[in-house]
């Protein structure tokens, strides 16, 4: 770079102070100070008692906090089946040449990704509403009619209708990420499979998906980061219930803090989501770069 | 096998054809579903919306035989709803955070690509960090941080945290892009007497547009859809957001669901009128952005 266009130092802090400033009062000073009060006992009042890490100590033998923790890994696991596997199936359907409308598919496809998760969790309450649920009127339909449940009251079954909506909600989201990798890659490849004899399944399992793994370890690494963070369809489902049979772990952080009001124990409860969502995601992206290393570059 | 299937392929011609007719017609079927049960929620809240409750409550599915708008002439005449109002913020919130971000994304960010000095990598580690850390871990800790500075329950609240979850992809999207700029751009630039502010504005900001419209794209969605942080930040009705409005307005009428599904959609529009007319655009955006980032 030339030196006359090196700008003066002022002029470059000025720029850099309010994004700075900004940045870390709103991610930094939190987890200092959830840190810091998470050695209290303290229930939102003025009163706080500092008690060590007796807060720490409850949180490592909370089961609930675990149970919720296996739940976020219970939605991982359903949405990387579901969200990316069924993608991907729908991606090799829409590759076909027989198939038409190609565009129209992919701009309904991709739509529900933009909606609010509050949104897709209030209109699958709807659908999961006993009295005037699609899903309950569906199965009178079909003859089904001592089937019928209040669905989100089933304790086993809640997390899968949970997941749901979820699941529904980002298929096109990956379908999209994957119809572009593929189309990425040279479709001569695909040609000279099919002329070499491999059917449709054998193309997909040893052409496409060796092709596109590295894209499709990003769409894993999504899916980790998405729902080591879910909460908002949850909270307007079921909140967490019935009993904590659908808690996630940002829900029973809230639920602490703010219907209990026990702030320190909340504080501690973050600071724990902090580290245990650091070292899945962290994991996992280092994971994810080790498998992508073997092939050189992304 | 391959040897074997050449062959009989050749001979059973009409057959093959048969095949690959009932394979498209399958194929087809399939994804018309599952491109229906994408849209089917906004087709079925519609129609419903225009039910009275009564009529809903007797057929669930079944078109209006006498369709009307008073469910949503009845949410937006009652302020009491904060239809309105809860559009109105979110509009604002929205607003000033995407421009925000876009700003300050790209300030920082071209400063992180091309301006050397002291703890320039770290800076670029620090925001990058921001990546990494899961966001959903501060719900309590901001909230207690923003009740103890007194920033909470404000019309600008949530700009604050949005800007600053913003940021770090932003920067990280500008600083790669600028990384590919050529160098020679800002030195001709410089050559020409242009000051270094003028040449960040005029002349490598239009060469970022395309990078900086994808970070628009994202960001907008995000902070339109942000529920969680809203929740714990605003207690003021009169300052909700369209999604914890949302949650309000169905805890007040959770037996009348036509109501509900008029005011869904009708704070929903606005970003259904924005994805269908910038479909294209915005998908590419959305697409960019979660690969690179």
């Known amino acids: ?42 229930k939102g009042g003025p009163n706080k008692t500092f008690i060590g890490l007796d807060n720490y100590a ?63 969790g209030l209109i699958w309450l709807m659908f999961y509403d006993y009295k005037r649920g ?109 009993g904590n049979d659908s808690m996630v772990m940002a829900l029973y952080g809230y639920k602490i803090s703010f219907a209990q009001q026990n702030m320190g124990y909340g504080s501690a409860i973050s600071i724990g989501i902090f580290f245990v969502s650091l070292l899945v995601i962290g994991g996992v992206q280092f994971l994810v770069k080790m498998l992508t290393k073997e092939k050189g570059e992304i | 096998m391959s040897e074997n299937k050449t062959p009989s392929k050749a001979k059973n011609r009409p057959d093959h054809k048969v095949k690959t007719r009932v394979l498209a017609v399958f194929l087809n079927l399939v994804l018309i579903i599952f491109s229906l049960s994408c849209i089917f929620p906004l087709i079925w809240l ?92 501060l719900l309590v800790p901001i909230y207690v941080v923003f009740n103890n500075t007194g920033l909470n329950n404000q019309w600008f609240t949530l700009i604050i ?39 960040l504005f005029t002349v490598i900001l239009p060469t970022c547009k395309p990078i900086l419209t994808t970070v628009g794209i994202i960001q907008t969605f995000g902070c339109w859809n942000e529920f969680s942080f809203a929740l714990v930040l605003i207690r003021d009705q009169a300052l909700h957001t369209v999604p914890l409005a949302m949650t309000q307005f169905t805890g007040q009428f959770s037996s009348d669901y036509p109501k509900i599904m008029a005011a869904l959609l009708t704070t929903m529009a606005p970003i259904i009128v924005f994805y269908f007319v910038f479909s294209k655009q915005i998908i590419k955006g959305m697409v960019a952005g979660a690969v690179k980032g």
């Open chain 1, 1 to 42: 770079m030339l030196n006359s266009i090196r700008p003066k130092k002022w002029v470059i802090a000025l720029y850099l102070l309010f994004p700075i400033l900004l940045y870390v009062f709103a991610v930094f000073i939190p987890l200092i100070t959830a840190g810091f009060y998470s050695f209290f006992d303290w």
């Open chain 1, 58 to 120: 409850t949180l490592i033998k909370d089961d609930v906090f675990w149970t919720s923790f296996g739940h976020n890994i219970y939605l991982v696991f359903a949405c990387i089946i579901g969200q990316i596997g069924l993608a991907f199936i729908i991606v090799l359907m829409i590759n076909s040449r027989l198939v038409k409308f190609k565009a129209i598919h992919r701009t309904f496809g991709f739509f529900p990704s933009t909606i609010s998760a509050v949104y897709i």
């Open chain 1, 134 to 242: 699609i899903l309950n009127w569906f199965l009178e339909l079909i003859g089904k009619g001592d089937q019928t449940k209040v669905w989100l009251n089933e304790p086993k079954l809640v997390m899968l209708l949970i997941a749901i909506p979820l699941i529904w909600q980002f298929i096109g989201y990956y379908m999209v990420i994957i119809i572009s990798a593929i189309s990425s890659v040279d479709q001569e490849i695909f040609e000279v499979a099919e002329l070499d004899g491999a059917n449709a399944f054998q193309r997909a399992i040893y052409v496409i998906v060796p092709l596109i793994k590295n894209t499709l370890l990003v769409c894993v690494t999504l899916c980790v980061a998405g729902n080591m963070k879910a909460f908002d369809h949850i909270f307007v489902m079921t909140k967490g219930g019935p």
């Open chain 2, 46 to 137: 519609f129609y419903s919306s225009l039910k009275e409750k009564r009529v809903f409550n007797a057929d669930i599915i079944g078109l209006p035989k006498s369709p009307s708008f008073s469910n949503y002439v009845d949410i937006l005449s009652n302020k009491d709803y904060h239809i309105f109002a809860s559009l109105f913020n979110s509009f604002r919130t929205t607003i000033i955070s995407v421009s925000l971000i876009i700003i300050c994304g790209f300030i920082v960010g071209y400063i992180l690509a091309r301006v050397k000095f002291k703890g320039n990598r770290l800076l670029y580690v620090i925001f990058l960090m921001g990546l990494l850390i899961p966001i959903h871990s």
């Open chain 2, 161 to 199: 945290p949005y800007v600053a979850f913003g940021l770090p992809i932003a920067i990280f999207l500008v600083e790669g892009y600028v990384k590919a700029i050529p160098v020679a751009l800002e030195e001709a630039a410089a050559i020409d007497g242009s000051s270094f502010t003028r040449t």
